[in-house]
């Protein structure tokens, strides 16, 4: 695979479509949209918090969808009859980047898939468009970090020293190797278009309370002051 994959809906669609994702990740993602979605509908005014939300640029971390990391990105959309449901740019990935290049390489690449998502609720981006872009955007390519091991050692240990000035760049390196066990579970959510602060959000997976309110902005008529994805004609 050499690009990510998508699904939901798109303005040039007359309903849902998806590809190069599996159907274990559309089934469950799809199943915590709809249900957020449905319940947000019930507030009056739910649509104009919807259509004012931001793109959301997450981070899944293993044990959120599957065993698996994803990436990508999440932006609030409508078919061509107008039926509302985001559109979905995602990507299993490898692991985590090893250092802070890869970590660069990798909000890059969140930022292209961003930037893809928004052009494609234009009415001119038809779908061969969108697939052309996200094939020149492709994966994201950095070095991926030794995963931890699944339990912290048992007993008393020895840390070595060497290499670190002092013994708080040590525990900094430590907590640094640990918290992608720790983080399992955990989805990690940014915003920042066109916010007067940018947003980054962590849930407990993916929680269907707070969670779709967030993202969103839908809360009995209250929007969030953020962009506006509306649809945008030609």
Known sequence: MTAAGWHGKLPTLGDFASRRLDAGFIQRWD??????????QQAP????????????????????????????????SVDRVGRYYPLTIAQPLPGLPADGEGAEALW???????????????????????????????LPLYTVAVPPPAAP????????????RHAASALAALAAASWPRQAQGTAYWYADADLAAPQLLQ?????????????????????????????AGP
Do not use: C, K
Not at 50 to 66: E, I, K, T
Not at 120 to 128: F, G, M, P
């Open 108 to 138: 890059r690449w969140l930022l292209r898939l961003d930037e893809a998502a928004a052009d494609a609720l234009h009415e001119d981006w038809s779908l061969d468009t969108l697939e052309a872009e996200l094939g020149r955007i492709g």
């Open 31 to 40: 199943a915590w949209l709809s249900e957020g979605l449905a319940s947000l």
């Open 203 to 231: 849930s407990a997976g993916l929680d269907l309370q707070a969670l779709p309110r967030r993202l969103f902005g839908a809360a009995a008529g209250e929007a969030p002051p953020v962009n506006d994805n509306r649809p």
């Open 45 to 76: 005014g739910w649509l104009d918090g919807y259509l004012a939300s931001p793109s959301w640029r997450f981070l899944l971390m293993p044990g959120v969808v599957d065993d698996h990391l994803w990436a990508g990105v999440l932006m609030p």
């Open 153 to 164: 050692p048992a007993g008393v240990q020895a840390l070595p020293l060497a290499g670190h």
